[in-house]
Nanobody, 115 residues
Framework: QVQLVESGGGLVQPGGSLRLSCAAS????????MGWYRQAPGKERELVAV???????NVLDSVKGRFAISRDNVKNTVYLQMNSLKLEDTAVYYC?????????WGQGTQVTVSS
């Protein structure tokens, strides 16, 4: 059973930075795609950023230039570096990983941007 554990969330002021981590219980090289989603109160879950096994990345238009996704296959961890945070980035952030055997989710980590 694959486990994904997110960490790094918290309370930050507008303009601040956070780095989220998603640690997998096994090798992440088996996942053809990994990503970060977020869900704000009263809103649907949305895709924020993805990274393929080959290292290609894509991010949501509203976070381009501020967020970056990366992966460390040695540490079996995927990261989401979030800079210049805005009030509207407040949400629960979820890690997701996909491979032929299935699609897996972490439990989520809360990010709150507030002054």
């Amino acid at each position: 059973q694959v486990q994904l554990v997110e960490s790094g969330g918290g309370l930050v002021q507008p303009g601040g930075s956070l780095r989220l981590s998603c640690a997998a219980s096994g090798s992440i090289s088996s996942f053809y795609i990994m990503g970060w989603y977020r869900q704000a109160p009263g809103k649907e879950r949305e895709l924020v950023a993805v990274i393929t096994s080959g290292g290609s990345t894509n991010v949501l238009d509203s976070v381009k230039g501020r967020f970056a996704i990366s992966r460390d296959n040695v540490k079996n961890t995927v990261y989401l570096q979030m800079n210049s945070l805005k009030l509207e980035d407040t949400a629960v952030y979820y890690c997701n990983a996909g491979r032929a055997e299935g699609n897996y989710w972490g439990q989520g980590t809360q990010v709150t941007v507030s002054s």
